[in-house]
């Protein structure tokens, strides 16, 4: 069976898992959680891992591996809320390094969906890298310039510094230049590509759209 679609069922499971904040009512709806959650991303993945891997050859495609936990990880955070009401794939090479590591990601929430390519949290080496790479004009970085300002469907994001390190440098690098993280991401505000059979063949045209950023983002982990 392939790709169907998510389904208001899911959404619903994980705002009431969230909001009843309870194992045991987990526990007993489980059954509802893999039939609308779980099993929907094992499909999707299913489906992009032929893409993924040509995109790139060591990134992993093993569902149980790429697909974020329901439970919260509470031991470092005030927020004690046990379940989040969300949930998302990633597509990176280490899952090890997923907070640092150059990615491809999914994510579907109680408002709509997002997906895209960058870093959940970069480095400061590899921004540092990064921004070496960009000053000297690196091929790399040039093809990822290029792919960004040629495309309408994603916008760039990651936390930006108040002041610019660059002053000098023109508008467009330093969009670039002056973050302190970086991403490249498209958020769809209801519900039609999330609930569409056809967000696997989306999600494989626009990931292919973005492999010169990804390749370049790549590299600047490399230092």
């Given amino acids: 069976m392939g790709f169907e679609g998510f389904t208001k069922e899911g959404l619903i499971f994980l705002f009431e898992n969230r909001m009843r904040n309870d194992k045991a009512w987990y526990d007993s709806h489980k059954h509802v959680y893999k039939k609308y959650v779980y099993n929907p991303f094992v499909e999707l993945i299913t489906e992009l891992a032929p893409t993924m891997k040509e995109i790139d050859g060591s990134i992993i495609t093993i569902p149980s591996k790429?697909?974020?936990?329901v439970r919260r990880d509470t031991r470092f955070t005030k927020d004690k809320t046990l379940y989040r009401d969300n949930a998302w794939i990633v597509f990176l090479r280490d899952k090890s390094q997923m907070s640092t590591s150059a990615c491809y990601w999914f994510g579907l929430d109680q408002t709509g969906c997002?997906?895209?390519a960058g870093y959940y949290n970069a480095e400061p080496a590899s921004m540092a890298h990064m921004r070496d790479m960009i000053i000297k004009g690196h091929p790399a970085f040039k093809k990822a310039l290029q792919?960004?300002?040629s495309q309408n469907e994603f916008a760039i994001g990651g936390e930006m510094y108040k002041r610019s390190k660059y002053p000098d440098q023109p508008e467009n690098l330093r969009l670039w230049l002056d973050?302190?993280?970086i991403f490249f991401e498209c958020v769809q505000k209801d519900?039609?590509?999330?609930f569409s059979k056809d967000l696997p063949q989306k999600l494989d045209k626009s990931f292919r759209s973005l492999k010169p950023i990804y390749d370049f983002l790549l590299l600047?982990?490399?230092y």
Avoid: P, Q
């Fill in 66 to 69: 790429l697909i974020s936990r």
């Fill in 114 to 116: 997002s997906y895209g």
């Fill in 147 to 149: 792919c960004y300002e």
């Fill in 179 to 181: 973050r302190k993280n």
């Fill in 191 to 194: 519900f039609d590509l999330a």
């Fill in 220 to 222: 600047t982990g490399d």
